[in-house]
T-cell receptor, first 116, second 114 residues
């Protein structure tokens, strides 16, 4: 299995809703990432989990809450979002988050989120 | 801090021709990795090619090759024999050593014309 699976693929939510995005990988990767990508822009890093612990939070508003229940699963809990949070949310994983070994990230196909 | 610059917002290429997508970078870390990703309209980021800062030879993967000029801090992607399916957004990205995440350039939109 060489995939990162993200669900759902599309999500429309109201500003008062609570929803979660899910990301799963079974490649034994020890780092997982959430990126946010607005239209015609590059992906921007939100969170990094390294060995199931949050290692980087890029000053993301608290209405986004990440969770890593185990080494294969990464969630992003959403609450009280704003319309400007509408974007493509990409999950990625990599084999080795540290050291001199560089591994490309494997990305999921993303969740297209629309906040209404 | 690392920085990636892609100066070509859009490029056009004739089918079966070669095209070069430019990427320059800046970092003070002597150990780093450079990556190119393709993003079709479907949204998925597809890994294309990797070049390490200590690699002596330019990386190649099928029709993709990376023109790595370390002194100029450039890592241009060359796509040979372009196909209609190559039309997509292309991102150059890099990582420094240690627990540093991948940072992306602004991207170049490639359009292949029949």
């Amino acid at each position: 299995d060489t995939e990162v699976t993200q669900t759902p693929k599309h999500l429309v939510m109201g500003m008062t809703n609570k929803k979660s995005l899910k990301c799963e990988q079974h490649m034994g990767h020890r780092a997982m990432y959430w990126y946010k990508q607005k239209a015609k822009k590059p992906p921007e890093l939100m969170f990094v989990y390294s060995y199931e612990k949050l290692s980087i939070n890029e000053s993301v508003p608290s209405r986004f809450s990440p969770e890593c229940p185990n080494s294969s699963l990464l969630n992003l809990h959403l609450h009280a979002l704003q319309p400007e949070d509408s974007a493509l949310y990409l999950c990625a994983s990599s084999q080795d988050p540290t050291g001199l070994l560089f591994y490309g990230y494997t990305f999921g196909s993303g969740t297209r989120l629309t906040v209404v | 801090a690392q920085k990636i610059t892609q100066t070509q917002p859009g490029m056009f290429v004739q089918e079966k021709e070669a095209v070069t997508l430019d990427c320059t970078y800046d970092t003070s870390d002597p150990s780093y990795g450079l990556f190119w990703y393709k993003q079709p309209s479907s949204g998925e980021m597809i890994f294309l090619i990797y070049q390490g800062s200590y690699d002596q030879q330019n990386a190649t993967e099928g029709r993709y090759s990376l023109n790595f000029q370390k002194a100029r801090k450039s890592a241009n992607l060359v796509i040979s024999a372009s196909q209609l399916g190559d039309s997509a957004m292309y991102f150059c990205a890099m990582r420094n050593s240690g627990n540093t995440p991948l940072v992306f350039g602004k991207g170049t939109r490639l359009s292949v014309i029949a």
